[in-house]
């Protein structure tokens, strides 16, 4: 196809040709073009299908309210469905393609669908598709799930990268038209900090689309003249491309700015970013978007909106038909004619429903008033239209002009409803505007041009006053205002024929009627039931018109009728926008142990603990599965000795004169009287009693105390301890810091544990009588490091853990695996970890689990009765400390070869699994090498007084039910000689 | 046995991407000063009459040639001194009781920022108005950048500390090199 429907004139670069394909299909347009108007240019009429009938549609308008030429963009992983063409910039190599269709996008087999429509009205799937019921799932479903829907993913990851970011400004301008432009010169001569707004490449809104005059230039003169002005402003921002896509609190707006959709490949930049702009008042100059009239087969290929028709002629230099005829019920219609035929566009015919004079005389075309389009004609492209008064008129392009409804979304973006301007018949801001918000120009219902332009000068100038800056330093700009006389005409009634309201959901008239009288009667309901509104376009052509007609069919007015609530995103955002970098590896921050070059040289296996990544288990050539490993693990540590970095647990440094008595009210056990060189297991209380976190806090001077928590809790305990500190006991003298990042710590567990730590630490007495279980010191290690060492024991064994600050812990790790060689050290990981303190019978997260009380856990006496603490008060309550309450016990399998699952429910022999029979549950589990089977710990009803019982622990998820003998939680060395050895 | 070598968060990191430099910042030693209760008044003394350093405000560092202070928290500040061995032992002789000190060297990793288009680079992590007329020379701010919590202050004209967590310095690190990439 050559390109036909060229005209002279128009901003396209004739210089730049630019060549792209459509359904394979080769053809070529200019710099400047959209896809739209070079599909246009070259007399692609046909570029759909519609959603439910697989009518064949064509272009429609010249924005980002395309109801129709919605494509399928580039192939491979890029592709992209859903493309509205009127907004796609064309670049060399551009590949597009139609959607929904199945075959050929002029021989669609789904056509038949038209055929049925009868059956396909609103609501049909709520009516339809019930019987028989087996049919659903195998036979229904399927097809409509492969029929719905419009264009294909790529299933392929998207290779794009999004990014996102924040700006500051004392004015955002949202558009950048006519007002927008006005309002960007008042505020940036007064020296505010602006950021202007527009989604098109191209700056100007409808000043680059129809012809005006401003002070003697041409528009599209004015606004180069502006941008060249704006852009010399230091304090002037200029985002093309960018959409305002949402209003949200205090002044914070979202917007898309889109880097490389339209160039061939991005070059490794992020294609899109997503912008948080901070924004101290905002303007809303986004203009108003034309709407069409429904009448009788509304909805072919060559009927667009007049608007678009005008754009195509004076922004891209092409004209849109051969033969066209406007229909028009206002005044912007007139002009449209007057500008098209100045151009040489061919118009036969100006069709105008209003019964007064010819709104202009236009030599050459005939001026039918007080008629309406009643048909048309021409499946793929149209070919004929039908009056009202019986004429017939030949032509192939029918622009149609039913209004215009200004860009209120912004301004509603928080519930904010607009309200009804009869003099315009349009919806215009309401007064509950966002804060910090301004409406100027079109969407403010400005509809003229130098209405608009005065606006938004005006509006500026008073937000730059209140803001503080001076004022008189730009000139308003003037222009003559054009007529703007509407009659309010929404469709044509008394005709069998369907009259479509909504072309991207196709959904007409009767749909609405039809919705009215089942019964839906709210316009949120008509959304929903008819589906109007909905989708990529969100009804921008076709709200107004939609509730127009059910304003009528109910009897009430529009105002009466209202709109639905606008919500964000005012146009289409990719997802991958939302998600920005956070994906793959860098979905969050990676926190990394000390050792961690360390352990990924001996080839350890890391598991995510929350934002951490700690070694699981250290897997050597032998092991022929992860259970060797961890099996190995414990079994070298309970014999000789291992090593684990436990530098992720949370340390907190408490100093100051009231730092023991603030320990105090936090746990639940005494810690006033804890020596200097003492370290004392604690238990935390949330305010109701129920247990939150537990670990050792060791004193390390009177004034100095460092605290453990477990992993998980670090931050949550951090949290919490300041609020106690600020605002619980605000007259202590106590102060918190974190340290958990500052140091690195090493647990060295096993019987040769001494002997190890005996070549790192410096000048200590390592006997058991000189440093005894439970010490703790200041210490120097590898030859005068400084160091913390504390005698404490997860798994059980005789143990410690040292200290280092993090920059020597990769250092201290080599130095403790040489130290611990001739004894065979074995470094651990998270899992032996576990299993060894579920063998000796150590709670933690999977126990203390927000539901169960110190009572639970087998350590109410560790709740003091002497001293108030946070908790303690509610933790006495009756039902929590009554007697059948669940109690920690110790689980093993009966036979040796079942293997235990946690989440098990305890359910005596005999008894149907119910929650009536439901006796407590199995909390963690492992395998054990030390009692060579599986054990776990758990809870039961008065579980204290059944050690030896034999109950079932049946697990509904994986369908077992196996025998388990309840015995002490404390399962390994239960008088703990080995620790204190 | 010889004392253990050392590593800082990044080992050293330092690039140029495009017009902007980018560093990790390791020669330092930084200090938590907790202020016992009603003390204010005396600790600002202490830290007039033996550092010459006013006290910070919670936007506002305060700095001489050798010393930078920061304030966290109503009763806490942070101190940037040159790197010393035990900077709790040295400070204290010093400041003796008039603040609870702790060593938070290794807890942070810091990265600087220079060049014309470091805010531009800023812009796609930091939420904080950077605009130089907004926050000006030894300005400071708490925020998070991509998820982790920082501390921005601004050193020079284009130049800016960036503090985080240590133990997610790598991750700290790509989200600010990539911020740097993306606009070059």
């Known amino acids: 196809m050559s390109q036909s429907f060229r005209i002279n004139g128009g901003l396209t670069d004739r210089s730049k040709p630019i060549n792209f394909t459509f359904n394979n299909k080769k053809m070529v347009g200019y710099e400047g073009d959209t896809l739209a108007s070079a599909l246009l240019a070259n007399g692609q009429r046909l570029v759909g299908r519609s959603f439910k009938y697989h009518r064949p549609r064509g272009i429609f308008s010249a924005g980002s309210e395309e109801p129709n030429a919605l494509v399928q963009l580039r192939t491979g992983a890029y592709q992209e469905p859903n493309t509205r063409a009127t907004v796609t910039e064309l670049f060399d190599g ?84 006519p007002s927008g432009l006005a309002a960007a010169l008042a505020a940036g001569h007064a020296g ?69 959709d339209h160039l061939a490949h991005s070059g490794d930049k992020p294609r899109q970013v997503l912008w948080r702009i901070y924004s101290k008042r905002a303007m809303i100059c986004g203009g108003a978007t034309e709407r069409s009239i429904a009448f009788p087969n509304n909805d072919r290929p060559g009927i667009m909106l007049a608007g678009a028709v005008r754009a195509y002629a004076t922004r891209y230099g092409v004209a849109t038909g051969n033969k066209i005829a406007i229909f028009t019920n206002n005044d912007t219609g007139w002009q449209t004619a007057v500008e098209l035929v100045a151009k040489g566009v061919n118009v036969v015919a100006i069709i105008d429903p209003r019964d007064t004079a010819p709104r202009a005389h236009i030599s050459g075309v005939a001026m039918i008033m007080g008629a309406s389009v009643c048909n048309t004609s021409g499946r793929k ?51 509950d505007l966002p804060v910090g918000q301004f409406v100027a120009g079109a969407a403010n219902g400005d509809m003229t041009l130098g209405a608009a332009l005065k606006s938004g000068h005006k509006t500026a100038t008073l937000i730059a006053k209140d803001l503080g800056f001076t004022t008189n330093v730009s000139k308003e700009a003037k222009a003559d205002d054009e007529n703007f006389a509407i009659k309010q005409f929404w469709h044509v009634t008394g005709y069998k024929q369907r009259a479509w309201i909504d072309l991207q959901n196709d959904v007409t008239t009767k749909d609405i009627k039809q919705s009215q009288a089942e019964g839906f009667r709210s316009v949120e309901h008509l959304k929903r039931y008819t589906t109007l509104g909905m989708a990529t376009d969100q009804g921008k052509t076709s709200n107004v018109l939609g509730l127009a007609v059910m304003a009528e069919a109910t009897g009430k007015t529009i105002p009466e009728t209202g709109t639905t609530i606008f919500r964000p995103p005012y146009s289409p955002v ?98 006033a009287k804890v020596p200097v060189g003492r370290v004392r297991y604690g238990l935390m209380l949330r305010e109701d009693g129920i247990c939150y976190d537990d670990g050792t806090t060791a004193r390390l001077a009177e004034d100095h105390f460092v605290m453990t928590t477990t992993t998980a809790n670090a931050v949550l305990v951090y949290r919490n301890m300041e609020f106690a500190r600020q605002c619980l006991f605000p007259n202590l003298d106590v102060h918190l810091i974190s340290t ?90 998270t899992e032996a970890l576990g299993v060894m303190r579920i063998e000796k019978g150590h709670v933690t997260g999977a126990e203390l689990n927000g539901q169960v009380t110190a009572f639970n856990v087998n350590m109410n006496n560790m709740i003091s009765t002497k001293k108030d603490s946070i908790g303690s008060v509610l933790s006495r309550r009756e039902m929590m400390i009554a007697d059948d309450q669940v109690r920690l016990v110790g689980v093993k399998t009966v036979e040796i070869s079942d293997s235990l699952a946690s989440g098990a429910h305890f359910v005596a022999k005999g008894e149907k699994p119910t929650t009536k029979n439901d006796q407590g549950w199995v909390a963690s589990v492992c395998y054990s090498p030390h009692f060579e089977q599986h054990i776990g710990l758990g809870f039961l009803e008065r579980g204290h007084e059944r050690h030896g019982e034999i109950i079932r622990a049946w697990d509904g998820v994986r369908g077992t039910d196996i025998l388990v003998e309840i015995v002490s939680a404390h399962m390994y060395d239960p008088e703990g000689g080995l620790q204190r050895g | 046995m010889a004392k253990l070598s050392s590593l800082s968060p990044l080992n050293g990191y330092q690039e140029s991407i495009g017009s902007i430099s980018l560093r990790e910042i390791n020669d330092y030693s930084l200090v938590s ?28 560092s305060k700095t ?42 290794d807890a942070w990793v810091v990265l600087e920022i220079s060049g014309v288009t470091s805010r531009t680079a800023l812009e796609r992590i930091c939420q904080v108005d950077l605009d130089p007329n907004i926050f000006k020379l030894n300005a400071m701010a708490r925020t998070t950048m991509e998820h982790m919590a920082t501390i921005i202050i601004r050193t020079d004209v284009d130049t800016f500390l960036l503090m985080s967590a240590s133990s997610s310095a790598k991750s700290f690190l790509h989200a600010v090199k990539l911020s740097a990439q993306h606009i070059s």
């Open chain 1, 94 to 177: 551009l590949t597009a393609t139609s959607q929904n269709h199945r075959g050929s996008l002029g021989f669609d087999f789904m056509s038949v669908t038209d055929l049925l429509s009868p059956f396909l009205g609103a609501g049909f799937y709520y009516k339809t598709f019930m019987w028989p019921k087996a049919f659903w799932e195998k036979i229904y479903e399927p097809i409509i799930r492969s029929s719905a829907g419009l264009g294909s993913l790529s299933m392929l990851e998207d290779p794009d990268k999004y990014d996102k970011g924040f700006l500051h400004c004392d004015l955002l301008i949202a558009g950048s038209g």
């Open chain 1, 192 to 260: 505010l900090r602006i950021i202007i707004a527009d989604e098109d490449y191209l700056l100007g809104g409808r000043l680059l689309e129809e012809d005006h005059n401003i002070e003697g230039i041409s528009g599209q003169d004015w606004v180069l003249q502006a941008l060249a002005e704006l852009t010399e402003m230091s304090n002037v921002r200029i985002l093309p491309r960018t959409t305002i896509y949402g209003a949200y609190d205090h002044g914070i707006y979202g917007a898309l700015e889109r880097k490389t």
């Open chain 1, 381 to 431: 492209a149209l070919n004929r239209i039908t009056l009202t008064n019986g004429q017939t008129l030949n032509v192939d392009c029918l622009a149609v002009s039913g209004g215009w409804s200004p860009n209120v979304h912004l301004t509603c973006h928080q519930r904010g409803r607009p309200i009804w301007n009869d003099t315009i018949a349009g919806f215009v801001p309401g007064g």
């Open chain 1, 574 to 671: 990719a997802i991958g926008a939302f998600g920005g970098r956070e994906r793959g590896q860098h979905f969050h921050p990676t926190r990394l142990a000390p050792s961690h070059k360390w352990a990924d040289e001996q080839g350890a296996e890391f598991v995510e603990v929350g934002n951490w990544m700690r070694a699981q288990w250290f897997p050597k050539s032998d092991d022929k599965t992860w259970r060797d490993s961890v099996d190995r693990e414990v079994k070298k540590t309970r014999t000789s000795v291992g090593v684990c970095d436990v530098s992720t647990l949370g340390k907190i440094d408490i100093k100051g004169r009231d730092a023991a008595e603030f320990l105090n009210k936090i746990y639940s056990n005494p810690f």
């Open chain 1, 740 to 829: 958990t990042d500052q140091w690195a710590q090493f647990a060295i567990a096993g019987p040769n544990s001494r002997a190890v730590l005996s070549k790192i630490i410096d000048k200590v007495d390592m006997s058991n009588d000189g440093f005894p279980f439970m010490a703790c010191s200041n210490v120097t290690v590898c030859g005068g490091t400084p160091g913390r060492l504390f005698r404490i024991s997860f798994s059980g064994e005789l143990a410690y853990e040292v200290a280092v600050p993090v920059r020597y812990g990769d250092a201290l790790i080599r130095e403790i695996i040489k130290a611990g060689e001739e004894f065979d050290i074995t470094p651990y990981g």
């Open chain 2, 33 to 60: 000063l907790a202020i016992p209760q009603d003390t204010t008044k005396t600790f600002a003394k202490i830290i007039k009459d033996e550092f010459g350093v006013a006290m910070p405000t919670s936007v506002m």
């Open chain 2, 64 to 105: 001489n040639k050798k010393m930078r202070l920061l304030m966290t928290q109503p009763d806490q500040i942070f101190s940037i001194i040159p790197q010393v061995d035990d900077p709790e032992k040295d400070l204290s002789k010093i400041i003796g009781n008039a603040a609870y000190i702790t060593d938070q060297t």
